[in-house]
């Protein structure tokens, strides 16, 4: 069982940047595609972005498409999220996610693990 720990989140302005981190436990880190999903109050949780198990891919949802990122580096069990040019309704707690499974990337059903969250608060 892996265990993820998100940090990184905090305040900034509109049009700013925060990178955010995923640290996972355990050897077995590349074995798990990783997604990062939001959850803002009053809303749906939703899909943000994922990335495959070597890094090869990755998957975005369209209203980050252009302006976040998302990276890995097995050697650090570490997956992140570069977030340029935010905007208000980017706000919300971001959660990254551990899946065995090579598909359904945008479904958060497919993903078993997930860590405690991490706030982002754009400002406009």
């Known amino acids: 069982q892996v265990q993820l720990v998100e940090s990184g989140g905090g305040l900034v302005q509109a049009g700013g940047s925060l990178r955010l981190s995923c640290a996972a436990s355990g050897p077995t880190f590349s074995s798990y595609v990783m997604g990062w999903f939001r959850h803002a109050p009053g809303k749906e949780r939703e899909f943000v972005a994922a990335i495959t198990r070597s890094g090869d891919r990755t998957y975005y949802a369209d209203s980050v498409k252009g302006r976040f990122t998302i990276s890995r580096d097995n050697a650090k069990n570490t997956v992140y999220l570069q977030m340029n040019r935010l905007k208000p309704e980017d706000t919300a707690v971001y959660y990254c996610?551990?899946?065995?499974?090579?598909?359904?990337?945008?479904?958060?059903?497919?993903?078993?693990?997930w860590g405690q969250g991490t706030q982002v608060t754009v400002s406009s």
């Open positions: 996610a551990a899946s065995f499974v090579s598909r359904a990337y945008s479904d958060s059903n497919s993903y078993p693990y």
